[in-house]
Structures are given as structure tokens and as C-alpha cells.
């Protein structure tokens, strides 16, 4: 099983700091990662596939990076609308595993 | 439009069985592998189960394995979710989840709005 180690599990940023979370896996998985974002109370978002792509209809403030084990999410200028958690999730094999998840506070 | 539409969750005690669906529509749902991903109370997301568009490959967690039994009826546009032998770790909001292909996990481009299992005595 491919475990993600997602970081920092909490993070506060000001309206339009730049924002990084970090998605490390357990073993080589090429660039089968992708993320979502989920509100509280909402189903979750699609919003990068495989570690780069970005899902159309997402504001181009939102991007990925990353290949083989180590993966990144990054939020520029990032707005209150983005108070959210976000999770990381493996699809390279069986089982599908997400991250623990980062929740974004803006102050 | 597409809509996801999960039903059949509730309160069952331990050992009990429930059986979720999980009713879409607004795209052509034989095409699309499906599945199902679950949320324990305030925790993250757990990745349950998904099927293929043509039923023929089911894969599940280990968490799950031999208890739980997705399916589709896709002449009803229809998912299940056949859960046994429950427990207090299964309780969750349940949701479904569309793939962008039907043959692609883990691409979850769609969402139903979930339904609470809660497993108690």
C-alpha cells in the first residue's frame, strides 16, 4: 500500500500569501496524484490531476508540481473563497489512498 | 447536468447490514467507472471501493474487503453499496463518486452530497 504523508496538517495565511502543501508518498508513483479541495459541510472538489493538470473551471492561482515521490499544491494570491481543507490522493495501484489533509485557514 | 444522488444511509448497530445507493444521472453512466469514498466524523478522506463502467473489475479497500460489495445496474443509472457485518469504524458519511472514464480510479470529477452511516448500539 502507498502511504501519503501530507504537511503541514494546519497552515493560516494573509489574503494573497502564496501557500504550499506537501504530498510525499511512500514509494515511486510517477505522477499519479491528484488533489481536492473540500469545505466544511461540502463534497469535495476536483483540482489538479496528475500533479500538474489543472481541472477546468479552477482559478489559475491554483497549480502542482511533482514526480515520483514528492508532490506539491500551491496557492498564489491565495483568497478567502480557499479556506478549505485539501487532500492528496494516489491512484497509481490498488489501494487508492489519500493524504491526511491540510486545512487552510485565511485570517 | 450531473447529479449524483446518495440514499439508504441511517443508524444500524453492530453486525448489522445496510445497502446504499447512489442514483446519477445527466451523463452516460455505463461509460464511467464509479466509487465509493467515505468520511469518518471530522477525520479525512478513506477511499472504500470503485467499479468499472462495464462491471466486469471491482476493487476495495482493506478495510472493507469481504464485508462490503459495490455494484451498478447501469440499465437503472444506478451504483450500490451492499455493506455487512458493520462496525463502529464504518460509521461515515458515505459519498459517490464519478471517474472521468470507464476504465480510470481515482479521478473523481463529480460527487454526490454523501449520506451518514452511523454504526451504534
Known amino acids: 500500500e502507498t502511504t501519503l504523508a501530507q504537511s503541514p496538517a494546519f497552515m493560516s495565511a494573509t489574503p494573497g500569501d502564496k501557500v504550499t502543501i506537501s504530498c510525499k508518498a511512500s514509494?515511486?508513483?510517477?505522477?499519479?496524484v491528484n488533489w481536492y479541495q473540500q469545505k466544511p459541510g461540502e463534497a469535495p472538489i476536483f483540482i489538479i490531476q496528475?500533479?500538474?493538470t489543472l481541472v477546468p473551471g479552477i482559478p489559475p492561482r491554483f497549480s502542482g508540481s511533482g514526480y515520483g515521490t514528492d508532490f506539491t499544491l500551491t496557492i498564489n494570491d491565495i483568497e478567502s473563497e480557499d479556506a478549505a481543507y485539501y487532500f492528496c490522493?494516489?491512484?497509481?495501484?490498488?489501494?487508492?489512498?489519500f493524504g491526511g489533509g491540510t486545512k487552510v485557514e485565511i485570517k | 447536468e450531473v447529479q449524483l444522488l446518495e440514499s439508504g444511509g441511517g443508524l444500524v448497530q453492530p453486525g448489522g447490514s445496510l445497502r446504499l445507493s447512489c442514483a446519477a444521472s445527466?451523463?452516460?453512466?455505463?461509460?464511467?467507472?464509479m466509487s465509493w469514498v467515505r468520511q469518518a466524523p471530522g477525520k479525512g478522506l478513506e477511499w472504500v471501493s470503485s467499479?468499472?463502467?462495464?462491471?466486469?473489475?471491482?476493487y476495495y479497500a482493506d478495510s472493507v474487503k469481504g464485508r462490503f460489495t459495490i455494484s451498478r445496474d447501469n440499465s437503472k443509472n444506478t451504483l450500490y453499496l451492499q455493506m455487512n457485518s458493520l462496525s463502529a469504524e464504518d460509521t461515515a458519511i458515505y459519498y459517490c463518486?464519478?471517474?472521468?472514464?470507464?476504465?480510470?480510479?481515482?479521478?473523481?470529477?463529480?460527487w454526490g452530497q454523501g449520506t451518514l452511516v452511523t454504526v451504534s448500539s
Open positions: 463518486a464519478k471517474d472521468q472514464s470507464g476504465y480510470s480510479f481515482g479521478y473523481f470529477d463529480y
Open positions: 445527466g451523463f452516460f453512466f455505463s461509460n464511467y467507472a
Open positions: 467499479i468499472n463502467g462495464d462491471t466486469i473489475n471491482t
Open positions: 514509494q515511486d508513483i510517477d505522477d499519479d
Open positions: 496528475e500533479a500538474t
Open positions: 490522493l494516489q491512484h497509481d495501484n490498488f489501494p487508492l489512498t
